[in-house]
């Protein structure tokens, strides 16, 4: 049975059992900093099952994409070597929001997996798992789905602690947790293994495929277990090992939608031997790099970004293994697109997109390896011993991407050994402090203990009669706030809209007899708007009916910037490409700031031809259409789902220009585009790699930026003595002065600097047989400093220099030894104890070195180091 075959049918079982077919989420979970990426089905259900969020359906399926790379969950090391470990999966799982419990999951596990109409498993072939305290599940096994005894195994508390099990599932120290039961595979007697619980448990014989977890309890902060008021169910069935035991193979690697993608990256390599590791490295990552990039991550040197980049670059190190040596890895984007486009369409939507990036990725890692070796080799030539340091090899690895194994091939060529005892060391806290970064924790904030919800109206109203439900005071519940007060309101309807999808909560006031309490901002908890702000005048309580009103001149002119940035959203698809994707944006009364997903600088002829786009749309004056309706309708009429956003089952869309723009929107907006009057661009920059960002200004403030730089163009005309239409011309003609000025002063300091190191040849003095030269070099900047270095290195023959220079308000330094001395003194040496002396820092090669600081009256002292240091090293 094909593994699309299982999923579509994993799919259909459970919609047959009243399940509502869910989509996969992105990898990047949403509004969710405590992970990541998205690692299992759970992730999009949390709020589902913390009761902060309610859906239309009360079960759910999915097939979810997975990434385990990074943090707490990271199988990269092993991925490759082992049957099983991957850095990207699809998780099949079914849910339940407090509908059904135990014994329907159990039944629809136990049907699905052995019904001839679906899995047709040979029941004796299957073995489960419960919880040692978990009675019912045992007996719903035994009794009701006639497992024997002898095929089940309890598993009580094996992790050090209470409720610490295999068997004990929690979603963080504290929250919602309970027992679960597994599904095993026996793959028979010729393979090695024991059952679970067994010392041999870790054996390829017993292969866990499926997990059933009965949320039961809420765990308090003090360790005491309460009953959840609804319990629930989440389950989970790697598609991949599910696949492994349908087509009767051992490995995942094995199975079809491995074995085309192996298949595929030998043919690009011209390999005709597939069993290579190296293969299945390749076939695993190039999944999970192009899902994470299709998602909008970019390859960077932090967070996402960076575990992406370690990724493609072990990818790309296993091709040079094979025999790469040029790029590949990108050519495999079309024939993982052939075998996944059909489930996954965004794979076939973004292909060239994806292809680019890893091309580029690809690329920049070949200089890195060249960096790399030149590093390498400076460190060589310092070393002491014949052992290159842990830290050494760990710095090439993590911050410049340089493999071990090559670096240990280099030592080897050296007869030099790695002191991999160091390099475990430095690996092991830099895993230490990814875990204790991405650790999954609950929430500590306040929970709203409030009946109800806040009903938005503000998208017709900006004022509103409305009674208090709720009243906050540093964080806490409270029954009243008085005069001076801060604090915050939480009303039974608003006219406020709440922070949400980059923009920024409304201001305002909300009034009655004896309240005047200014809104500074409005922002969302659960299902309740909070207006934070300052009771200016008289007092409130609970249960007051009070007039609430929406800072008009505020909320107009946001409404304007919110709208602009979906018309420049559109308009970057168009110039750009289609890979652009929303990577966060900031909406306010003042301005739009916008930043997206592309991997090069937007050029002045693109961003002329956005901006020329976006007025244009501004200038037509179409409505702006706004719609209610079902995901699937909105997926059919083309809607964007913009990143980090949570969306459920009725949605908002949100048109312009007809289908110019068309994304899922909860913002307030214009009525029509051209009240946006004019959009300008201010200013392009880029925030991290492969995500840029614009800011612009609409309406007054676009005209107030008109109005500037037509003001600023005019000014500079007048210094210039020039008239405006010949402004380019002249600015041109004094660059070319300019440069031609710094060419001559650039020959007359190299003169100058000639002239000086001959002088300073008759003050190089003797100690102990080394000739030095310690002096200031007046008028010198830094490149005059080298130059002279290198003229004076040449004319001593044999010497340890050191030459200092005040440039503007800091401090040049420039040191140098010649050859025959770099293996008793160190231009590197010398330069960081220089450095330090003038405040500042230095270092370089044994040969020559350089460094400044902001302490010119220190260097003296600077100077007496050198005398100080060949004196100590003699």
């Given at each position: 049975?094909?593994?699309?075959?299982?999923?579509?049918?994993?799919?259909?079982?459970?919609?047959?059992?009243?399940?509502?077919?869910?989509?996969?989420?992105?990898?990047?979970?949403?509004?969710?900093?405590?992970?990541?990426?998205?690692?299992?089905?759970?992730?999009?259900?949390?709020?589902?099952?913390?009761?902060?969020?309610?859906?239309?359906?009360?079960?759910?399926?999915?097939?979810?994409?997975?990434?385990?790379?990074?943090?707490?969950?990271?199988?990269?090391?092993?991925?490759?070597?082992?049957?099983?470990?991957?850095?990207?999966?699809?998780?099949?799982?079914?849910?339940?929001?407090?509908?059904?419990?135990?014994?329907?999951?159990?039944?629809?596990?136990?049907?699905?997996?052995?019904?001839?109409?679906?899995?047709?498993?040979?029941?004796?072939?299957?073995?489960?798992?419960?919880?040692?305290?978990?009675?019912?599940?045992?007996?719903?096994?035994?009794?009701?789905?006639?497992?024997?005894?002898?095929?089940?195994?309890?598993?009580?508390?094996?992790?050090?602690?209470?409720?610490?099990?295999?068997?004990?599932w929690s979603m963080g120290d504290t929250g919602p947790c309970g027992p679960c039961t597994e599904i095993f595979y026996d793959h028979g007697p010729e393979i090695w293994g024991g059952p679970p619980g067994s010392p041999e448990e870790d054996g390829d014989r017993y292969i866990e495929i499926w997990n059933n977890v009965f949320m039961q309890f809420n765990r308090?902060?003090?360790?005491?277990?309460?009953?959840?008021?609804?319990?629930?169910?989440?389950?989970?069935m790697g598609l991949e090992r599910i696949s492994a035991v349908m087509q009767h193979v051992h490995s995942n690697y094995e199975i079809d939608l491995f074995q085309n993608l192996i298949n595929a990256t030998a043919a690009v390599l011209g390999l005709t031997d597939t069993r290579d590791s190296s293969l299945r490295v390749i076939a695993d990552h190039i999944r999970?790099?192009?899902?994470?990039?299709?998602?909008?991550?970019?390859?960077?040197?932090?967070?996402?970004?960076?575990?992406?980049?370690?990724?493609?670059?072990?990818?790309?190190?296993?091709?040079?293994?094979?025999?790469?040596?040029?790029?590949?890895?990108?050519?495999?984007?079309?024939?993982?697109?052939?075998?996944?486009?059909?489930?996954?369409?965004?794979?076939?939507?973004?292909?060239?997109?994806?292809?680019?990036?890893?091309?580029?990725?690809?690329?920049?890692?070949?200089?890195?390896?060249?960096?790399?070796?030149?590093?390498?080799?400076?460190?060589?030539?310092?070393?002491?011993?014949?052992?290159?340091?842990?830290?050494?090899?760990?710095?090439?690895?993590?911050?410049?991407?340089?493999?071990?194994?090559?670096?240990?091939?280099?030592?080897?060529?050296?007869?030099?050994?790695?002191?991999?005892?160091?390099?475990?060391?430095?690996?092991?806290?830099?895993?230490?402090?990814?875990?204790?970064?991405?650790?999954?924790?609950?929430?500590?904030?306040?929970?709203?203990?409030?009946?109800?919800?806040?009903?938005?109206?503000?998208?017709?109203?900006?004022?509103?009669?409305?009674?208090?439900?709720?009243?906050?005071?540093?964080?806490?519940?409270?029954?009243?706030?008085?005069?001076?007060?801060?604090?915050?309101?939480?009303?039974?309807?608003?006219?406020?809209?709440?922070?949400?999808?980059?923009?920024?909560?409304?201001?305002?006031?909300?009034?009655?007899?004896?309240?005047?309490?200014?809104?500074?901002?409005?922002?969302?908890?659960?299902?309740?708007?909070?207006?934070?702000?300052?009771?200016?005048?008289?007092?409130?309580?609970?249960?007051?009916?009070?007039?609430?009103?929406?800072?008009?001149?505020?909320?107009?002119?946001?409404?304007?910037?919110?709208?602009?940035?979906?018309?420049?959203?559109?308009?970057?698809?168009?110039?750009?490409?289609?890979?652009?994707?929303?990577?966060?944006?900031?909406?306010?009364?003042?301005?739009?700031?916008?930043?997206?997903?592309?991997?090069?600088?937007?050029?002045?002829?693109?961003?002329?031809?956005?901006?020329?786009?976006?007025?244009?749309?501004?200038?037509?004056?179409?409505?702006?259409?706004?719609?209610?309706?079902?995901?699937?309708?909105?997926?059919?009429?083309?809607?964007?789902?913009?990143?980090?956003?949570?969306?459920?089952?009725?949605?908002?869309?949100?048109?312009?220009?007809?289908?110019?723009?068309?994304?899922?929107?909860?913002?307030?907006?214009?009525?029509?585009?051209?009240?946006i009057g004019l959009m300008r661009i201010v200013s392009e920059s880029g925030i991290a790699s492969g995500v840029r960002r614009i800011e612009a200004v609409t309406g007054a403030g676009a005209l107030a930026a008109v109005s500037k730089a037509d003001n600023d163009l005019g000014q500079l005309s007048n210094l210039l003595k020039t008239g405006r239409d010949k402004?380019?011309?002249?600015?041109?003609?004094?660059?070319?002065?300019?440069?031609?000025?710094?060419?001559?002063?650039?020959?007359?300091?190299?003169?100058?600097?000639?002239?000086?190191?001959?002088?300073?040849?008759?003050?190089?003095?003797?100690?102990?047989?080394?000739?030095?030269?310690?002096?200031?070099?007046?008028?010198?900047?830094?490149?005059?400093?080298?130059?002279?270095?290198?003229?004076?290195?040449?004319?001593?023959?044999?010497?340890?220099?050191?030459?200092?220079?005040?440039?503007?308000?800091?401090?040049?330094?420039?040191?140098?030894?010649?050859?025959?001395?770099?293996?008793?003194?160190?231009?590197?040496?010398?330069?960081?104890?220089?450095?330090?002396?003038?405040?500042?820092?230095?270092?370089?090669?044994?040969?020559?070195?350089?460094?400044?600081?902001?302490?010119?009256?220190?260097?003296?002292?600077?100077?007496?180091?050198?005398?100080?240091?060949?004196?100590?090293?003699?």
């Open positions: 049975m094909k593994s699309a075959a299982i999923r579509e049918a994993f799919i259909r079982y459970f919609e047959s059992k009243g399940h509502t077919a869910v989509a996969s989420s992105s990898l990047v979970p949403a509004n969710d900093p405590t992970l990541l990426f998205t690692n299992a089905g759970m992730v999009q259900f949390k709020d589902l099952f913390l009761g902060r969020e309610s859906r239309s359906y009360v079960r759910a399926v999915s097939s979810q994409r997975c990434v385990r790379a990074g943090g707490k969950h990271n199988d990269l090391e092993n991925v490759g070597y082992t049957a099983r470990h991957h850095t990207f999966f699809e998780m099949l799982g079914n849910f339940s929001f407090g509908d059904y419990f135990k014994r329907d999951a159990i039944s629809f596990a136990w049907e699905f997996l052995t019904s001839p109409e679906w899995l047709n498993l040979p029941s004796e072939k299957l073995w489960v798992t419960v919880y040692a305290e978990d009675d019912e599940a045992y007996d719903i096994w035994h009794k009701e789905m006639g497992v024997p005894a002898e095929r089940m195994v309890r598993i009580g508390d094996n992790k050090g602690g209470k409720y610490a099990s295999d068997n004990f308090d902060a003090d360790g005491s277990m309460t009953p959840l008021p609804a319990p629930s169910v989440d389950t989970g999970s790099c192009a899902f994470l990039i299709a998602d909008g991550v970019m390859p960077s040197n932090e967070g996402r970004g960076y575990v992406l980049r370690r990724i493609i670059r072990r990818a790309a190190r296993h091709g040079n293994k094979l025999g790469a040596t040029s790029p590949f890895f990108h050519k495999l984007v079309a024939p993982l697109a052939k075998e996944m486009g059909e489930a996954y369409p965004e794979l076939n939507d973004q292909g060239s997109h994806i292809a680019k990036v890893l091309l580029l990725e690809e690329e920049q890692f070949a200089k890195t390896l060249d960096q790399g070796m030149k590093i390498l080799e400076q460190d060589l030539d310092s070393l002491q011993g014949t052992e290159i340091p842990g830290e050494t090899v760990f710095r090439l690895y993590d911050t410049y991407g340089f493999p071990v194994d090559l670096t240990a091939d280099i030592a080897r060529e050296k007869q030099l050994t790695l002191d991999m005892p160091g390099f475990e060391k430095a690996m092991e806290a830099q895993r230490q402090r990814a875990r204790s970064a991405s650790n999954f924790k609950m929430e500590s904030g306040v929970e709203l203990a409030i009946d109800g919800e806040t009903r938005f109206i503000g998208y017709q109203d900006l004022s509103a009669h409305c009674t208090v439900i709720g009243l906050l005071k540093d964080g806490q519940q409270c029954g009243a706030l008085t005069e001076g007060d801060s604090g915050a309101l939480v009303l039974d309807q608003t006219p406020f809209y709440a922070e949400s999808g980059g923009q920024v909560g409304d201001a305002g006031l909300i009034t009655g007899a004896n309240l005047r309490f200014e809104v500074r901002d409005t922002q969302k908890a659960g299902k309740f708007h909070v207006h934070h702000g300052v009771v200016v005048a008289g007092s409130v309580a609970e249960g007051e009916v009070l007039t609430a009103q929406v800072d008009n001149n505020i909320r107009g002119a946001t409404a304007l910037n919110h709208s602009a940035t979906h018309l420049l959203h559109a308009a970057l698809r168009q110039v750009l490409g289609e890979h652009v994707s929303q990577k966060g944006s900031l909406v306010d009364s003042q301005r739009l700031r916008f930043d997206f997903s592309h991997f090069e600088a937007v050029s002045k002829a693109e961003l002329a031809q956005i901006e020329a786009l976006v007025n244009d749309e501004i200038r037509r004056n179409t409505p702006v259409e706004v719609a209610e309706m079902d995901m699937e309708s909105a997926k059919a009429r083309g809607a964007m789902m913009l990143f980090g956003e949570k969306y459920g089952d009725q949605v908002r869309v949100l048109s312009m220009g007809g289908d110019f723009s068309v994304e899922l929107c909860g913002g307030t907006h214009v009525s029509r585009t051209g009240d402004l380019l011309d002249k600015v041109e003609q004094m660059l070319a002065q300019q440069k031609q000025l710094e060419k001559e002063l650039g020959a007359l300091k190299a003169k100058l600097a000639s002239s000086a190191g001959d002088d300073l040849l008759a003050e190089a003095e003797d100690i102990g047989g080394v000739k030095l030269l310690a002096k200031l070099l007046d008028g010198a900047d830094a490149k005059t400093l080298r130059d002279t270095l290198d003229q004076l290195k040449n004319k001593l023959g044999s010497a340890v220099v050191l030459l200092a220079a005040v440039d503007g308000d800091k401090v040049a330094l420039a040191a140098g030894v010649t050859k025959d001395l770099t293996d008793r003194y160190k231009a590197g040496e010398l330069m960081k104890l220089a450095a330090q002396a003038v405040g500042g820092k230095g270092g370089g090669r044994p040969d020559m070195a350089q460094g400044g600081g902001s302490d010119v009256a220190a260097i003296p002292q600077a100077l007496e180091v050198a005398r100080d240091y060949v004196k100590a090293a003699r």
